[in-house]
């Protein structure tokens, strides 16, 4: 077993694909978390150790590197076996009185983060804060009108480089949980409103949700179970900050009867039907 070998590590194969090594790296990274044990004093250690493996073997190019021998686990580069040095040559040496060797610049690798939000405060825009294998805690402000599935960029919150390379990215991926009243389509909210049976007949002022809070619409008299009212601006903003022209609310009508109606009601809807019977359905002959 060599010495600082990514590979053992993470506890992968030599010839595990990126994929395996990241859930690899993922598994490790929760479970050596310094958080986890902060009565061990190795566990910052093991865990930038940790870091360090899967940063080589999660690029492909530092990866082909550390297989063909010309970086070690640190990322630093190997002298070519047998290579002679010069009996009267001199070698600067650092104060501590070691020699140091080149060093191979290696960029840090994006992390990838999930973040559940509500539907509310995705299209309203709010501010949540992520928990990083680090330790630190992110700070993620989603813009209004944020769609599922969305990623966000926060820069050089990833893995840090090595040798003076930049630090990677922090990838955070928002998902939207679904919701018992709202649904999204492009920029627009639809929405069902129930309305009893004399206000769909007669008309009414009713109070209708939003994300902004409930709002006063008018129901038409002779309303029916999937009329349509359209509530202009009152749907998800636009632009990439949130900050443009909002879409519309639409909100489709649905008449509820009576859970248990009385004698009296059956009784006029008996005779006002005898006097009054009207089609809704085409004949299924076609005649």
């Not at 999930?114 to 989603?142: E, P, Y």
């Amino acid at each position: 077993m060599l010495l600082n070998d990514p590979y053992d590590i993470l506890g992968v194969d030599t010839e595990a694909d990126v994929s395996e090594i990241k859930v690899a790296y993922r598994k490790l990274a929760r479970e050596k978390h310094p958080d986890r044990d902060p009565g061990n004093p190795w566990a910052e250690d093991e865990f930038k150790e940790l870091t360090q493996a899967y940063t080589i073997l999660s690029d492909p190019k530092t990866r082909r590197q550390y297989d063909r021998g010309e970086i070690d686990g640190n990322g630093q580069s190997r002298r070519a076996s047998g290579q002679r040095q010069k009996s009267n040559s001199k070698k600067p040496k650092h104060p501590a009185g070691k020699s140091k060797g080149p060093t191979i610049k290696i960029n840090g690798t994006d992390v990838e983060y999930d973040l559940t939000v509500s539907f509310i405060d995705a299209a309203k825009g709010c501010t949540k804060h992520v928990s990083m294998t680090n330790g630190k805690r992110l700070k993620v402000t989603i813009p209004a009108g944020t769609e599922d599935g969305k990623l966000l960029r926060l820069k050089s919150q990833g893995m840090p480089g090595i040798g003076g390379g930049s630090d990677g990215d922090a990838l955070v991926e928002i998902a939207v949980a679904a919701d018992p009243i709202f649904r999204r389509d492009e920029t627009d909210i639809h929405v069902e409103l129930a309305i009893s049976l004399p206000e769909a007949v007669l008309g009414a002022k009713v109070k209708a949700p939003t994300i902004d809070g409930p709002v006063s619409v008018t129901v038409p008299a002779c309303s029916n179970t999937g009329s349509i009212l359209r509530l202009k601006g009152k749907g998800l903003p636009t632009g990439p900050k949130g900050g443009g022209p909002r879409g519309d609310q639409y909100v489709t009508l649905k008449v509820i009867l009576p859970r248990n109606p009385d004698r009296a009601f059956v009784d006029f809807i008996t005779d006002w039907s005898e006097q009054n019977n009207y089609t809704v359905r085409p004949d299924p002959d076609g005649t």
